[in-house]
Every structure is written in C-alpha cells, then in structure tokens.
C-alpha cells in the first residue's frame, strides 16, 4: 500500500535563481525504510518538507506538481492534520522545541491533539522508556547538549505515534553509542510496521535497516537503489557520488601523509592546567538527582598541552564536557579553578578573545553579514589584494565560492556550517576550537573540511576538533583526547595501533 507518493514536484524558493527540487517522483510503501542521500545542498530537506506539508503551508515559493501522504493531498490538508501521520525530527533539535522542561516537550504534540491526561502520561513514559532516555526525563533543556536535545526531539516525535517517521541528519549530534542506540531504536519501529525516511550523510549505521535508497544530485532525484544493489557499492563509487563509506572498518587509523611535519614545533602553545568549572543551576529549575547533578559537573581537574602544527580530536559521549572544555578554552565560560596558559602565559577568559576562536555546533548563530563574502569580511576593515586573494582560496578549498554573493540564511545548513569554518580560517587567532564541524556534511565536504584543517595546524596554528565523526578524526587528526564526565581519560595519538588506544571513544 503506498502512503506516500510525489508527483512531479517542483520547488522553488523566493529569489533562487533555480528550484531546489525539480520534477521529483518518488513512491514510498507503508512499512518501508527509505534513506534520503546526497551531496549538501542536493534538496534533501526540500523534498522532507514535501513530504511534511512544510511545503506549500510554511515555506514561501512557487510548488508545481503533487504530493499525497496517508491518502491525503498536501495542498488540501493542515498542516496540523498532516502532523498526526508524519512525525519529523529536524537538522537543529531547538527549532521545534515549545518548553522548557523536557517531560513537558515529549507531551506537547500529544497535549496539542487533545489527547486526555492518563493516555500523555503513559505515552511520554513510554517514549521515554523506549528510547532508553530516563534519565532526560523532568530535566530543564537549556541544560541539555546538542546530542541530548537531539533525542528529546525524537522522543517528542515518538510520543504522538504517527505512522511515519521522518528524520533528517538525526545522527550529526550523536556519539557512538547513542547512534547504536539510535539505530536499534529505528529497527524496533521498523518491525513494528512504520514507515521511516531518514536523510542522512553519516549511512554506517544505516546499511542492515534501509529497504531502498533514494540518491539526489543538483535537486533531482538521480537514482534510487534497493538495499542490496547500494550495500554493493565500493568505497572509491561511493566517494565518487559524494557520499560517506558504509562501513566503518574501513576508516584506518594511517598516518596522514604529513604526519611529523604539521607545523612549526616553535610556535604557539597551549596548555590547560587543573581546570574545573560546574554549571550553575537556573534560578528556579527543579534540583537535579546527584547522579544527573555529576553528569553536568562541567570540568573536573582537566590537564592538557597543545603545539602549533597539531590536529588534536576531543571526543566523548554527549554531555561529557567537551563543548564545555572548548567554551572554557575560548574564554566564553571563566574557569573556576586552575589556569589556561598561551605560550607559556597564564591568560584571563578576557584576555582570550580573539585570540582562541571557537566553531560552535550552531552554525547559523555565528553568521552575521549579508553575503558569505561579507562574513570572511566583518569586522576586518580595510581589505588588501592578499586578504582578498586569501579569501578566495578559502571559500573555492570549501565549495563556497560559487556562492560567494548569496545571503547565508539562502544556504543549506551543510553549506552554512562550512561558511563559519570559512570565517575562522579567515581569523588570526592561534588556537582553533571546531565543535562538530562536519555536521551535516557529504564526503566530499568532509574531505574538504579535514584538509583545511591540517592546512591550518600546518600554518603554526593550534586545532582542536570536537567531533563524533569517525571519518572527519581519522583524516585530519594527530590526536585524539577522550573526554568521561568532564575529566580527561585518555590522551593517544590516533596513529598508535596499540590496544590501548580507545577505538571505542571515536
């Protein structure tokens, strides 16, 4: 029985000069697992908000052609009555989000569709429960990390019990375990009979749930694949499409070909010495049990050293303290104990600005200008014919130059995040903290992102990279730093094939 079908679909958005989706047809059965993938920008998005009425009734633009879920025509139904068949989890948590309390989030959609009382308590619980989240349950969300809100929305999603489940990037803030988590969580509503729509880069933990594969490229829909004729692709086809491997076993832990010469050994340093800081809680919050209250410790006696030329991976599962150690270490957050030192100087969080940049996760709160030329540009004054040569080169290294007029909010989230890696390579700061920077990225983008990097740390400067992604630290990192609780666990070189080299942190 198909539940949902597109018809032709065309969409443009206002001013574009193309459609982000042309002529798309596509059928999907009641009960199947179809992944959505592609380079960024390819409208995988577009295509979602299709399918969720976003289009035509939330996104401005010209729709041609026809889409129907559940039986019901898109153009002619609510948004609201659309809602109760298409559950959808969306790139950045915070944008569907209603409360502040996430036991009340998880109820919302139920509380919107009148459900009564003992029915929202038993599917919040339920949802909870399911997702093996408990421990999110009753909590204040502005206290969450990225990962964390990432799973309350798909519990909120979860609650209502739509018959089709519409995922995109649902893994970007996720470590390792919470997207083995993620996947058994898929597999359960998979048996149970729901449709799945995943748009995804990251297809590792995808490969035994798909039933077919819908591959885009420039806004149309190029091929669409059964699962075993894409679980055959190689490694060197699939880069060729742009898309990221199926198989983590073969990201190898290599030296990368320059490896012992990043970077000037007399250059800047940094160093982290006995650093603790602990969250305060929000006035008026509910006290948190001790066993949460230790998750958001913060920094406990954190100690760590960094030269010019190194690529150094933090990593950790979500709420381990890493963007917590990054936001310390730019000087956004001021230690409560201990002192961070540059170039052998102890440095205030004041005295830090400017000095230590930091790639936040949220990518579209770091973009300021009216053009993605202008961002590399704010703030500079007066351009030169070098700095101007430099951006260039920045922007053509990470795809952006074709785009170098457009407005940033008329980017893909992919393309906006390689935007504020773009603005940071165009600083001149001495120490680098990139929070999950291929988030949301294809293969290609990643590759792109991982060079810049090592260009970077080549250039006498220090690189951190806090990242989940396997592919992004094998190819760009020198080290790797695994952050438990907010104290430091391990301190390897990612190049050490020793067993005690924690393969599991990545």
């Not at 709160?365 to 014919?385: H, I, K, M, P, T």
Request: aromatic share 6%.
């Amino acid at each position: 029985m198909r539940t949902i079908m597109v018809d032709k679909a065309t969409f443009r958005y206002p001013e574009a000069p193309s459609p982000a989706l042309t002529e798309a047809r596509l059928t999907i059965d009641s009960g199947e697992f179809v992944l959505v993938t592609g380079q960024s920008g390819c409208g995988k998005t577009t295509l979602a908000n299709l399918i969720n009425g976003l289009v035509p009734h939330m996104r401005e633009g010209r729709f041609d052609g026809r889409v129907t879920v559940a039986g019901l025509d898109t153009r002619s139904t609510s948004i609201g009555e659309l809602g109760r068949h298409v559950g959808t989890v969306f790139q950045d948590p915070r944008t569907q989000f209603f409360t502040l309390n996430t036991s009340e989030e998880v109820a919302f959609g139920c509380r919107n569709h009148g459900l009564d009382r003992s029915r929202i308590a038993a599917q919040v619980a339920h949802s909870f429960d399911t997702l093996g989240i408990p421990q999110l349950a009753d909590r204040d969300i502005l206290g969450l990390s990225s990962g964390e809100k990432q799973k309350i929305a798909l519990a909120s999603c979860h609650a209502l019990g739509p018959g089709i489940f519409l995922l995109d990037e649902p893994s970007a803030n996720l470590d390792p375990d919470a997207t083995v988590q993620l996947a058994s969580v898929l597999d359960d509503l998979k048996r149970s009979g729901a449709t799945i729509i995943v748009l995804e880069h990251r297809l590792h933990y995808l490969t035994g749930l798909f039933d077919r594969v819908v591959h885009l490229q420039d806004g149309r829909i190029r091929t669409v694949y059964d699962a075993a004729d894409f679980r055959s692709l190689s490694g060197l086809e699939l880069a060729a499409l742009g898309l990221r491997c199926l198989d983590l076993s073969a990201v190898r832990r290599r030296a990368r070909p320059d490896q012992g010469r990043t970077g000037p050994r007399h250059g800047a340093t940094f160093s982290c010495e006995n650093i603790g800081f602990r969250y305060r809680e929000r006035a008026g919050s509910r006290r948190l049990p001790d066993e949460t209250r230790r998750q958001r410790t913060g920094l406990s006696d954190v100690s760590l050293s960094a030269q010019a030329g190194e690529v150094i991976g933090i990593a950790g599962a979500n709420g381990a303290g890493k963007t917590t150690l990054a936001r310390v270490g730019a000087g956004l957050e001021r230690e409560q104990t201990g002192r961070i030192l540059l170039n052998g100087h102890p440095v205030s969080p004041r005295g830090r600005l400017g000095r230590v940049y930091l790639v936040a996760q949220d990518s579209a709160y770091q973009l300021f200008s009216d053009s993605v030329l202008g961002e590399l540009r704010l703030g500079r004054g007066r351009n030169s014919a070098e700095s101007e040569a430099a951006d260039r080169r920045i922007l053509t290294e990470l795809g952006l130059w074709d785009h170098r007029d457009k407005h940033p909010a008329a980017l893909s989230r992919g393309q906006q995040q390689r935007l504020t890696i773009a603005a940071a390579l165009a600083s001149d700061a001495d120490v680098f903290f990139f929070d999950e920077p291929s988030s949301g990225l294809d293969h290609g983008a990643m590759t792109a992102v991982a060079r810049s990097l090592i260009g970077l740390a080549q250039s006498g400067k220090i690189v951190f990279v806090i990242s989940h992604d396997h592919e992004l630290l094998a190819a760009s990192c020198t080290r790797l730093i695994t952050l438990d609780e907010g104290r430091v666990t391990a301190d390897d070189s990612v190049f050490d094939e020793s067993p005690g080299v924690p393969e599991a942190s990545w």
